[in-house]
C-alpha cells in the first residue's frame, strides 16, 4: 500500500512517500480503506522529535486522524462490518498510521462517520473535536451559564471547542486575532479577544473554566490564565500539561489546573457525529492536500494561523 513514513526525526523533507506491507486485522480490530487523513499539531510536533516522539519506533508512519471504509474485520467484531463509512482516532498516543491507504485498530475506537460530511471534512474531527469534548465534557463537566474561556480558538481544537462549550450552554469567551472575530461568533462566541492587541487576562475575569491551547511554551499563556479564573476555577492546560511552577501558581491563586491528554473514544465520536448530523456543529477545512504532499501539509500547518483543519487526500 501506499504510505508516508519518515525514518529520522526531523523537518518536513524527512516525510517520504513509499510502498509499505498492508496490515492485517487482529481479533477485534477493523481493517479501513482510508479515504482521508487529518493533520495536527502533534503529527509535526511527533516528526520533530517532540510530541509522541519517545513513543514511537521507525519506520514510523504518522496520523492519527482517519475516515475511510471497513475493508475487513477480524474475529469477534459484531458491531462493523464491511462498506461501513467510519472515522476514528486510532491507539492515541501510541502509532496508528494514519497516513497511509490502510490501518488497523479495535473496532470500538472506530465510529460511523457524519452522514452529513465526506471523507475530508470528516477526517478532521476525531482528535481536535475530541480533544475539546474531553476536555469540555470530561474532565471540566461544563455546567450551564459558567463562563468558558478558550485560547487559540480560531484552531483545529479551538472552533469545536467553541461548538461545544456553546452546545453545553456555557458563556464563551474565545481569544484569536481579530479577523477571526467574526466566524468564531457565528460558531457561537460570546466574547472575542484579539490576543495580538490585548491580553485575555487584562479583559476577561469571572472565569469557571479555562481550555488553554496554547500553553507555558509560548508566552506564558497558562500561568497568565490562572489570573481571570474565579476562586476554585479550573483550567485545563492542554498542549504544555502542568508544570511544578504552574501547579503551585495555581495553589497560590486559589484555582484548580489539571493536565490533559486526549483518548481514543469511539462512543464519543458516535455523540460528536449525532452533533454535526443535527446542524449544531460545523467542521472547518482550510487546505487539503493529497496524500504525497503531506510534508507541504506540514510546513503549512507548523507555519500557524490555520483556520480549523488540514487534511490529507488518501484515497477516492
Do not use: C
Not at 446542524?279 to 504525497?292: N, R
Amino acid at each position: 500500500m501506499r504510505a508516508v513514513t519518515i525514518r529520522e526525526f526531523g523537518g518536513p523533507e524527512v516525510l517520504t512517500a513509499e510502498q509499505v506491507a498492508r496490515p492485517e486485522p487482529l481479533p477485534t480490530e477493523v481493517l479501513v480503506r482510508v479515504h482521508a487523513a487529518g493533520v495536527n499539531p502533534v503529527d509535526w510536533k511527533t516528526r520533530e522529535g517532540h510530541g509522541m516522539a519517545g513513543m514511537q519506533t521507525f519506520p514510523l508512519i504518522l496520523g492519527w486522524d482517519v475516515s475511510g471504509v471497513v475493508e475487513e474485520v477480524g474475529f469477534g467484531v459484531t458491531t462493523l462490518a464491511p462498506g461501513d463509512e467510519v472515522y476514528a482516532m486510532p491507539w492515541f498516543p501510541r502509532a496508528a498510521g494514519g497516513y497511509a491507504e490502510y490501518v488497523t485498530a479495535p473496532a470500538r475506537q472506530w465510529a460511523r462517520k457524519p452522514v452529513s460530511l465526506d471523507h475530508v471534512h470528516a477526517a478532521a474531527v476525531p482528535l481536535a473535536a475530541l480533544t475539546a469534548w474531553q476536555a469540555l465534557v470530561d474532565t471540566a463537566k461544563v455546567q450551564p451559564g459558567q463562563r468558558v474561556l478558550i485560547t487559540a480558538a480560531a484552531g483545529g481544537v479551538g472552533h469545536f471547542a467553541v461548538q461545544f462549550a456553546r452546545h453545553l450552554g456555557a458563556h464563551v469567551i474565545a481569544t484569536a486575532s481579530a479577523a477571526r472575530h467574526a466566524w468564531l461568533k457565528e460558531l457561537g462566541a460570546d466574547e472575542t479577544i484579539d490576543y495580538t492587541a490585548t491580553r485575555f487576562e487584562d479583559v476577561a475575569t469571572g472565569v469557571d473554566v479555562v481550555i488553554d491551547l496554547v500553553g507555558d511554551a509560548q508566552d506564558q499563556t497558562s500561568t497568565r490564565a490562572l489570573k481571570v479564573l474565579r476562586p476554585g476555577g479550573l483550567l485545563v492546560a492542554v498542549p504544555s500539561g502542568v508544570s511544578l511552577e504552574l501547579a503551585h501558581a495555581a495553589e497560590a491563586a486559589g484555582v484548580r489546573v489539571s493536565p490533559f491528554l486526549v483518548e481514543p473514544d469511539g462512543a464519543a465520536l458516535a455523540t460528536i457525529a449525532g452533533l454535526i448530523d443535527a446542524g449544531e456543529i460545523a467542521v472547518e477545512v482550510e487546505e487539503t492536500f493529497p496524500l504525497e504532499q503531506a510534508a507541504e501539509a506540514h510546513a503549512r500547518g507548523s507555519a500557524g494561523r490555520t483556520r480549523g483543519k488540514l487534511v490529507l487526500a488518501v484515497t477516492e
